[in-house]
């Protein structure tokens, strides 16, 4: 089956759902969400735990609630999805993108669109990629599948429990695992600080006495059928294990939590740029790739640690696109890149074209090293165009500035995003 | 008198706290904070400390076999693990809808559990 449509949006999670709201706000009828999981929502129907849109609505919810904020908008609108559908081809053909999904309902659909948003947010990183030694049995599941057994499934994967790496999901799971009545024995982070939000280690690894191991990783996993037990040690700063260092425990379970990549297979296909930083394609201040048509947002743009931020980022890339949708692309100036330094280790967009800025633009970056009182500026051609302080800066919370299109003059080479402690030399 | 070491978790500063308490555990101290926030955080955590908790229920006849639950508003931490004992035991039928209450009153702490998503019956 072949069929158009104006705005193709992949992915029905956060991103998905505020990009598709802001879409029909700004005047697009024809749009339709894909979702590959029978419901929409993402990742938040597995994120019971609350502490979701402090932001965006000023009180506490959960995973479940935030997203049915966005599915009852979506609902509102009457805005068309597809669930249980995956796109498994995207290309770009003339002025216009084919989107080639599957599902048992539709079979094989062609869709061309005026514009695609893409919205699949993110995968763990696996055990693979982390050249652990041991055997490999049974009971070793990255935080997220953990996650998603206890929560949406209810099965508990195990009863006394290891946990490597110290980002959110881990840390969530530490205390969910806890309450359903595991013995979480430790969290061990190969950094000498963690990945994971400050509220995260207090509420989940103090309030239960989990202990959080910094400098410290798994050298060795015993058990053959299934895991017996965990050998952790202390690394130096080159990273490597101490020898001498190594603690043993007694245990059924290992979660790895290691961190979150994009998942962009679909954009390669495309032929969309990522960033080797990000992991996410590279985009321009309207959040659209190097190739026409295409906009990403949220975690497969780049890993956010608030949802919020991602709806927000969302809502803007479907603003972008529906805007290109109606009035054809803006007229473009000459895009300038903008250049990450100090601290700062990327920054999204990776280009601003200030004839095409319509007022600010929020600039999202992230620093590789924590940061005590510390300078944001931003500067182009010797010129300081913001500087902003902060009292400290973690390489786990990401970090925004809006930046002016009067400012600019259009004549800029480049823009320099630097962030550094006070007194440190450039 | 007793001293409790905290990280303040009103911002991202994490403030490292100290508090002072008297023999009758009322606050007589609290340093290191930045703001104010800071300061209510520490007294707040050494005198009655609260949570809100979050699980899920088992459903019988659901589309799916667990509904996630939250208390619907904070309880005091020293009754979380009596809060989830209850939680364990409580099976409700589908269907369950956001916001349904659950439990009233769990473990006494005066609180409700409600449902934080929708849970369709299963099609036989």
Redesign the interface.
């Known amino acids: 089956m072949s069929i158009e449509r104006d705005i193709v949006i992949i992915g029905g999670g956060p991103a998905g759902l505020a990009a598709a709201i802001a879409a029909r706000e700004a005047g697009v009828e024809d749009i339709l969400i894909l979702e590959r999981e029978k419901e929409l929502g993402g990742i938040l129907n597995q994120c019971i735990h609350n502490g979701f849109g402090l932001h965006t609505f000023k009180e506490e919810l959960t995973g479940p609630e935030y997203a049915a904020r966005y599915v009852e908008r979506v609902r509102e609108l009457a805005i068309p999805y597809r669930l249980s559908t995956t796109v498994v081809d995207l290309r770009r053909e003339g002025d216009s993108t084919i989107v080639t999904s599957v599902s048992k309902a539709d079979g094989l659909t062609e869709i061309q669109a005026k514009a695609v948003i893409l919205a699949m947010g993110c995968r763990e990183r696996p055990r693979g990629a982390l050249n652990i030694p041991g055997t490999r049995p049974a009971g070793i599941f990255s935080a997220g599948t953990a996650q998603r057994l206890v929560n949406l499934e209810g099965w508990m994967p195990g009863r006394r429990v290891v946990i490597l790496g110290s980002g959110d999901i881990g840390l969530i799971m530490a205390r969910r695992m806890t309450l359903e009545g595991a013995k979480v024995l430790c969290v061990a982070e190969l950094m000498p600080y963690s990945g994971g939000l400050k509220r995260n280690i207090v509420q989940c690894l103090d309030d239960y006495g989990i202990p959080l191991r910094l400098s410290h990783t798994v050298v060795d996993i015993q058990g053959k059928e299934r895991v017996e037990g965990v050998t952790i040690a202390k690394v130096g700063e080159d990273l490597k294990p101490i020898p001498g260092t190594e603690e043993q425990f007694d245990c059924d379970t290992l979660l790895l939590s290691v961190g979150l990549l994009p998942e962009n297979e679909l954009s390669k296909q495309a032929g969309v740029e990522l960033s080797p930083v990000t992991g996410g394609p590279k985009v321009s201040e309207t959040l659209e790739t190097g190739v026409p048509g295409v906009f990403a947002c949220g975690n497969v743009l780049h890993v956010h640690d608030l949802v919020d931020y991602v709806s927000e980022e969302a809502a803007a890339a479907g603003r972008n696109a529906a805007r290109l949708v109606l009035e054809g692309a803006p007229a473009a100036g000459k895009p300038i890149p903008l250049i990450p330094s100090g601290a700062v280790r990327y920054t999204v967009p990776s280009t601003l074209d200030p004839a095409r800025m319509e007022g600010d633009v929020i600039i999202r970056f992230r620093v590789g090293r924590n940061l005590r009182k510390a300078a944001v500026t931003v500067s182009a051609g010797g010129r300081e165009l913001l500087r902003r302080k902060r009292p400290v800066m973690a390489p786990g919370e990401m970090e925004q500035i809006a930046l002016k299109k009067e400012w600019l003059t259009g004549g800029e080479t480049e823009i320099t995003l630097d962030a550094r402690e006070e007194g440190e030399e450039t | 008198m007793a001293v409790r070491e ?2 303040c ?1 009103s911002c ?3 403030c490292p706290l100290r508090v002072e308490t008297d023999g009758a555990g009322k606050v007589t101290a609290v340093t290191g904070n ?1 703001c104010k926030r800071g300061e209510a955080y520490g007294r707040k955590e050494v005198t009655a400390p609260t ?6 229920v ?1 459903v019988a006849g659901g589309q ?3 509904v ?3 208390t619907k508003g904070d309880v005091p ?1 020293d009754s ?2 009596a809060v ?1 004992a209850v939680i ?1 035991e409580t099976e409700v039928p589908a269907p369950v809808a ?1 916001g349904d209450v659950l439990a009233e009153n769990i473990a006494g702490t005066g609180v409700d559990l409600i449902a ?3 849970v369709g019956k299963r099609e036989e």
């Open positions: 905290l990280i978790i991202p500063l994490g930045t949570r809100t908790v979050t699980s899920t088992l799916s076999p667990v996630s639950v939250r931490k979380i693990f989830m364990r956001l934080t998503c929708t």
